[in-house]
């Protein structure tokens, strides 16, 4: 079998990929452009570089951008502009063969930029868009209680959200600072989460140490964790996933462009593999890491082996918040895509 035969033609499941986080660069610099926002985001103001409209994606380090999704999401204003970000994320996630999604969106970051949104509204414009996949593709949502906000806020959000089921919400996940706004603040939004039949997963060990990602589990009941890398800093932290059998959602280029993981050093996917972690692979923010999840599934292929791209993509399948009845299509899929491989290359 050719390298890369297997990433182009496997069928490909989203678990850590942030909705706003695809937004195509063009559409970016025209939603800015018709909202009369810049480009780049400070919280003190809009100072310094203006950004550029040919590479409007570029950054240095995770402080740069978290202030670079932060312009992104700032440029996001009306329902209409979600609905176009959710209908272009629909057709590129087709084209790369994307069968099922479960996808983060960040309404308490939506409302910081735009108090009078409606939220629901919002939501609703991206469920309808998203379902337009089907058939093809079913694409579920994560909204995110977000840290920076504290407690009372993402409260609020759980609250909202466990409203909104009839919009394909099916969890509630938990992104931004983990350092400073630790886990044992949202003890109880994903408390409540969990009360209303809600799933519940949360970004950790990305910045955070080990504990972060033991705090997730433990303290939120975090059924995934996104990154979770220093969980490989504490042996314990590392025996906790593998008797909860919790996976892992690893994003390769993202790891490297924000720091999580160095780049002169093998990305430590294969010791969570090794050491018996489930891990599954996602591409975070992929336009504004300019790459795609095809693109991350190909790189785990050259780098690990078909083998592994193929565990990494089964375990997904199980990670996933679907039906019994859903797993097993997807599984078919899987099979059949591999099956058709290996014909191929042996005739
Ligand atoms: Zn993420």
Redesign the pocket.
Known sequence: MALGALARRIPKIYL???LE?TLRPATFVELAAKHGVGLRYRPEGDTGSPGDPADPYRFEGMGEFLYLFAAVSRSLREPSDYARLAAEFVDDALAQGVIYGEL?VSPPVWSFFNPSLDVRLTMEAIASELRRARPRAIFRLLPDLTRNFGEARAMETARAMATMTDLDVVGV?L?GDEVRFPARLFVEPFAYARSQGLHCVA?AG?VGGAASVRDAVELLGAERI??GIRALDDPRTVEVLVSRGTPL?I?PT?NRLTGAVLTDHPHPYVDFDRLGCVVTIDS??PALFHTSIAREYELVESTAGPGALERYVRNAIEATFAQPIEKQVMRAQLDEAVAELHERSSS
């Open positions: 850590h990929c942030h986080g983060f996940s992104g970004h990305e996104g990154h959602e994003c993202s975070d923010d």
